[in-house]
């Protein structure tokens, strides 16, 4: 799992369609559906088909604390 598939998966997430989540990135579609699939494969769970469901809402929110601590300023 790396960083970049979270934030594509949370662009997603809130995005009318993949068309403009693929806008805030600058990618392809298919770079960004294949980032996707990889991340669901890992994750063992099709992140894309189960958009409405109740374990896909408690992913996602994972998917963005995860997301918000790796984007964080490290302070030692």
Same mark, same amino acid.
């Given at each position: 799992?790396?960083?970049?598939?979270?934030?594509?998966?949370? *662009?997603?997430?809130? *995005? @009318?369609?993949? +068309?403009? *989540?693929?806008?805030?990135?600058?990618?392809?579609?298919?770079?960004?559906?294949?980032?996707?699939?990889?991340?669901?494969?890992?994750?063992?769970?099709?992140?894309?088909?189960?958009? +409405?469901?109740?374990?896909?809402?408690?992913?996602?929110?994972?998917?963005?604390?995860?997301?918000?601590?790796? @984007? *964080?300023?490290?302070?030692?």
């Amino acid at each position: 799992m790396t960083l970049q598939q979270l934030r594509y998966v949370t *662009a997603v997430a809130g *995005a @009318d369609t993949i +068309s403009h *989540a693929v806008q805030q990135f600058y990618i392809s579609q298919p770079s960004l559906t294949n980032a996707i699939r990889e991340l669901e494969q890992e994750v063992r769970l099709a992140l894309s088909k189960t958009a +409405s469901s109740v374990v896909s809402r408690t992913l996602l929110e994972y998917l963005r604390s995860t997301r918000q601590q790796k @984007d *964080a300023p490290q302070i030692k």
